[in-house]
């Protein structure tokens, strides 16, 4: 198959706009800091835009908190956690949780289409994938809360108390169920920051705290950018820090907690290598490479975003890969058509078009798909790297964008010496028919998360977290509860 | 024995012992050629021991390094044969260690206690070592096609602050678990500790370990945990008894390469805990589909 063939079948094939509607809901014009249960005003009277990164335009105004705000909301926490949260019956919270997953569910639709409007990323996948997790993460720890003690065997399990979290922009409304979740039905309280750029969903997910009755101050939410996340984490009434978000941030909250007893855990980047091996069925392979950097235009901390092919199928996939890729939709993130949507914000942008630029400066040689983008809004082609080595930034450095870089290896202790030769350790993917061959290579990846013929799947009891400096702490499963328990 | 070790009714010269660490199943010492004194609680004059020198510790890490996954992939069974042979070779020589711990100041009951507790330890994370999978690790019920589990790793190589309180207790309770777990260590035991711990050197080489998978240093605390906090190349950090100053300074240059750091209490508690052998262990989870 050449080239030319797909691009003209491409063009015979086209798909008629099929927008999902979003007008069976309406956003405010302005939303508060939720603290203490009420949706309350920055006390600076300082507000910031988020917008939809499709099109650029602004989406409603945000509260932007300050010191004092922060103080308010820990204090608000501290409260809740002492007079109701800690004292209540597993039993009773996770009834709060599982009310939580089933409004969840019940606001499924909107929950998605805003996500898509505030991030950028296909309704497809917003759908799909980001809100019905976030509702089974809920369900799921709803159980564990009245069943702790045996989660730990001879061990006694109790809360912590305060949690300040923050979250990224990937995944805004799942990184708030991965957090809040867990943290909840261990029986500690919540003040969480979600990220400037998308803290819609957080915002609407403060609403469904209210429809559900969940006791004031139990989950507070406060809106900014990096200076209220550092206000949050300087505070000294949390007992728990939790942090998903860039190693560099990472390294700086570690640094900044040094002499407290605050707990941390830290969920940073990644570079995984998506190794596929000549005997692996190689069409489900290229699904997997394109599921792997091309899911929510590669910013996912986990994504396959080096590839690892072995010699002798090198070309084979490599001409599959951009035949496939060549079909990819890049455009409206609420046309169910679209595969690849807007890169969350301008900065985003950017910094991934520099790195676009880094690679072919370094001498790596860059193919991107022919598709069409809108001209207004942030879009990345999809593209790929060859011709790289290992020492190229573009392999070493996470990039959170649809970029892949290939490498070529031709026996198994190479393809794990690349593969483990990045100071990430958060996942990896590996594509062979055989089954020993698997297992070498799942032991032989140092990183927590490995994908087996399939990549980027995710579940409420599947543990996630990273090895290395992709940091540390599990989310997920009976392993995700430990980061909210003291033991004794 | 008079002061200068001539026996008093043979007149026999007493050949004494040169304390020396153990890095990758050598007993070296100091590549800086630094000695520090050890006394007794009265100040008797007991001896020498090394001063390790940052160069020491690096070594070691190479040679824990170099060790390290060859242990970790070392079968469970053999790790919990070798922890058990570790504590047959520290019965052997019990009435040794109880000797060494009189030196610095036990009373004989205490060195007895030591011992035996020292011992018991060992032979307690023995059973471990083929047990804590099972124990820590899961199969996962996810909600699609995928067989899901996850199990325990070794981080790799693991740096061990040991107290001086409990010369050879606070050592093995440090060293045992994270063994049992598969990674490779590297420790340093101060001030009095050190002869003790120089002692369980020659019991840990007679005990089928690899070279280098347990490497004891005696030193100075303040010169060396930082460089342990900093070093790129270790995994874990492990401390019993620092203060609030020095477990600042830990947390915050363990931020470097995101080391995993765990100070402990040097009281004793909770010596017998196999999740202190979870602390030094990663959990990875796998995904494969499930279908034709």
């Not at chain 1, 169920?177 to 969480?192: I, S």
């Amino acid at each position: 198959m050449t080239e030319t063939n797909i691009s003209t079948k491409g063009s015979d094939w086209g798909y008629a706009p099929a927008p999902e509607s979003a007008d069976h809901f309406k956003l405010k014009e302005q939303y508060g800091l939720f603290i203490g249960g009420k949706f309350v005003p920055a006390g600076s009277g300082k507000r910031f835009a988020t917008t939809n990164p499709a099109n650029e335009k602004t989406l409603a105004h945000i509260a932007d908190a300050g010191e004092k705000d922060v103080d308010r909301a820990v204090k608000a926490a501290r409260t809740a956690y002492d007079k109701v949260w800690r004292k209540m019956s597993g039993r009773e919270r996770g009834k709060y949780l599982y009310r939580i997953a089933r409004i969840i569910q019940e606001r499924a639709r909107e929950l998605a289409v805003v996500e898509s409007m505030d991030g950028g990323k296909p309704i497809r996948e917003s759908r799909d994938v980001d809100i019905p997790l976030a509702a089974a993460h809920f369900f799921y720890h709803a159980g564990w809360a009245d069943k702790l003690g045996y989660a730990f065997p001879g061990k006694t399990a109790s809360p912590i108390g305060v949690a300040g979290q923050i979250i990224p922009w990937n995944f805004p409304l799942l990184m708030v169920a991965w957090k809040v979740a867990p943290a909840l039905a261990c029986g500690n309280t919540v003040v969480l920051k979600p990220a400037e750029t998308t803290p819609l969903t957080a915002l609407l997910f403060a609403e469904i705290c209210q429809e559900a009755g969940l006791p004031d101050g139990v989950f507070n939410c406060i809106t900014g950018a990096g200076s209220t996340g550092a206000a949050l984490v300087k505070h000294p009434g949390l007992d728990k820090v939790a942090f998903t978000g860039s190693t560099d941030v990472g390294k700086a909250i570690q640094k900044s907690l040094a002499g407290r007893s605050a707990k941390l855990t830290l969920e940073l980047g990644g570079k995984a290598a998506n190794i596929i091996f000549e005997d692996a069925a190689i069409d489900q392979a290229v699904e997997g490479i394109i599921n792997g950097i091309f899911f929510n235009q590669g910013h996912v901390c986990c994504a396959g975003s080096r590839l690892l092919v072995q010699e002798s199928v090198e070309q084979e996939v490599v001409e599959k890969l951009k035949a496939r890729m060549e079909h990819l939709i890049v455009g409206d993130p609420l046309d169910k058509n679209t595969d690849i949507g807007a890169i969350n914000s301008k900065a985003q942008c950017e910094r991934i078009r520099d790195y676009l630029k880094v690679g072919q400066d370094e001498g790596a040689e860059l193919f991107q798909t022919k598709c069409p983008v809108p001209e207004k809004g942030y879009w990345v082609r999809p593209s790929f790297f060859t011709k790289v080595a290992q020492s190229h930034r573009i392999v070493q450095e996470e990039i959170f964008g649809p970029v892949l870089a290939i490498q070529s290896f031709r026996t198994l202790d190479e393809a794990l010496e690349k593969a483990n030769n990045t100071p990430y350790g958060l996942s990896g993917g590996v594509w062979t028919d055989k089954g020993a061959k698997i297992f070498k290579v799942t032991r032989g990846i140092k990183a927590g998360v490995i994908w087996a013929n399939t990549f980027n799947k995710f579940d409420p009891s599947s543990p996630f977290g990273g090895y290395k400096e992709s940091g540390y702490g599990r989310e997920g499963g009976r392993h995700g509860l430990r980061p909210y328990v003291k033991l004794s | 024995m008079s002061g200068n070790g001539v026996n008093k009714k043979s007149g026999r010269l007493d050949v004494r012992k040169t304390y020396k660490m153990l890095i990758g199943g050598a007993f070296v010492r100091s590549e800086s050629g630094r000695a520090l004194d050890v006394n007794a609680p009265g100040g008797k004059w007991l001896g020498h021991v090394c001063r390790a020198s940052r160069k020491d510790f690096r070594n070691a890490v190479v040679a824990a390094r170099k060790a390290a996954s060859g242990w970790a992939n070392t079968t469970p069974y053999l790790k919990g044969q070798i922890l058990y042979r570790a504590a047959e070779m520290l019965e052997g020589r019990a009435t040794t260690f109880r000797e060494v711990l009189q030196s610095i100041g036990f009373s004989p009951s205490a060195a007895k206690t030591e011992v035996t507790q020292a011992i018991d330890l060992l032979v307690y994370y023995a059973g471990w070592a083929d047990k804590y999978l099972q124990i820590f690790g899961s199969v996962n019920p996810v909600s699609s096609p995928y067989f899901n589990f996850s199990v325990t790793e070794p981080m790799g190589v693991v740096a061990y602050v040991s107290g001086e309180k409990r010369p050879l207790l606070d050592l093995v309770s440090g060293i045992a678990p994270i063994v049992a777990g598969g990674n490779t260590v590297i420790t340093l035991s101060t001030g009095r500790a050190a002869v003790a711990a120089m002692e369980l050197g020659e019991v840990l080489a007679t005990s089928d370990f690899p070279h280098g998978v347990i490497n004891l240093l005696c030193g100075l605390r303040e010169e060396l945990v930082g460089q342990m906090a900093t070093h790129m190349d270790v995994n874990a950090l492990v401390t019993q008894g620092a203060d609030a100053k020095e477990c600042a300074a830990s947390r915050g240059a363990c931020a470097l390469n995101l080391k995993r750091f765990f100070p402990r209490e040097a009281n004793g508690k909770g010596d017998e805990d196999p999740y202190r052998i979870l602390d030094t262990v990663e959990i990875k989870t796998t995904w494969h589909p499930v279908g034709g």
